[in-house]
């Protein structure tokens, strides 16, 4: 077997992508979309209907000039994620809108109207993740989102307090980042590291052993993947959700992909079970500098694509 064949049995591979034929090619578990994704996907041939049809659909509905565009662009989100679902077996995540970033109250009113939307395609909850970025904000409604039957992945993950809030919510799952804390300690202290020094790697298996130790429930999907190394080094993590040029590279190469995390790995000592304040949340991640400095530039970076994307739909 080549090297994602074996992931495979190790660990749920996920697609970061909106890319149906890409979907399709290597046949993925999951698919995971964001901002950036939906905005290389609207230029695609294969979605042209589709996005015809959600201005259609908008142009429908009552509101402000901004209130149809965030209808239309939540029904293209939702009409690009049901397509995808045709092509796995498992669960899309659509993402709310990063501005919505630090409203509690905003957040779960644009994820139960996604949900609404999946329900009008005649797609159950249970196929679906709402992506929320991992702000205190985010994680108060994620907590109540899953009371609420609607599973939630938690995104923008880059701190051990992001993770151990996340896990205390009772959130479905996080997507911790791997590449984006690397780019971080490069840029930062100049060094070079390999797969094993990686900071995102070592990030990643601290939360999963974690989790793991204490019993958590939360899955674990490690994200943002800068090359091959990073995944390979934490094969065996419950899921991993990688891009199609990094899937392509894993099955052309045929060499032994040995597991890397174990469910009954136990967990470090020194990491007893952590239940966060806000105060406590908040000066952790005050004193988390990389943490702190990547959870704003990637809302920031979100934000903008959505506009993007929005111009883009409004010509």
């Given amino acids: 077997m080549n090297k994602l064949e074996q992931l495979k049995t190790m660990t749920e591979v996920v697609a970061d992508t909106g890319e149906i034929e890409a979907i399709r090619s290597f046949k993925p578990q999951d698919a995971t979309t964001n901002p950036s994704l939906l905005l290389k996907a609207v230029a695609l041939p294969e979605y042209v209907a589709l996005v015809a049809d959600a201005k259609r659909w908008a142009k429908t509905q009552a509101g402000t000039p901004s209130e149809q565009m965030s209808n239309l662009c939540d029904k293209l989100a939702v009409d690009i994620g049901s397509q995808i679902l045709k092509v796995i077996p498992g669960r899309v995540s659509s993402e709310v809108d990063a501005r919505l970033s630090f409203d509690t109250e905003a957040t779960l009113n644009k994820a139960r109207r996604l949900i ?28 109540v989102l899953e009371r609420e039957g609607i599973n939630c992945n938690l995104t923008l993950l880059f701190s051990f307090a992001q993770a151990a809030a996340c896990a205390q919510a009772g959130v479905f799952l996080i997507s911790p980042f791997v590449g984006r804390i690397l780019d971080w300690y490069k840029n930062s202290t100049g060094e070079r590291y390999d797969a094993e020094t990686d900071p995102g790697v070592v990030s990643v298996r601290r939360i999963y052993d974690y989790y793991k130790a204490h019993n958590y429930q939360t899955v674990v999907m490690g ?37 890397r995390l174990q469910p009954s790995g136990g967990g470090d000592p020194a990491d007893a079970k952590t239940e966060l304040s806000e105060i406590e949340y908040r000066w952790a991640m005050n004193e988390d500098a990389m943490a702190t400095e990547k959870l704003a530039e990637g809302i920031r ?15």
């Fill in 223 to 259: 994200a943002s993947f800068r090359n091959i190394g990073e995944i390979e080094a934490l094969a065996g993590c419950d899921r991993l959700t990688i891009s199609p040029p990094l899937l392509a590279e894993l099955s052309q190469d045929s060499g032994e992909l040995v597991r």
């Fill in 116 to 143: 609404e939307l999946y329900a009008e395609n005649d797609i159950a909850p249970e196929r679906v993740l709402i992506k929320i970025a991992s702000t205190w904000e985010g994680i108060r409604a994620a907590s």
């Fill in 301 to 315: 970076n979100f934000a903008a694509d959505q506009v993007k994307l929005e111009l883009l739909m409004a010509d």
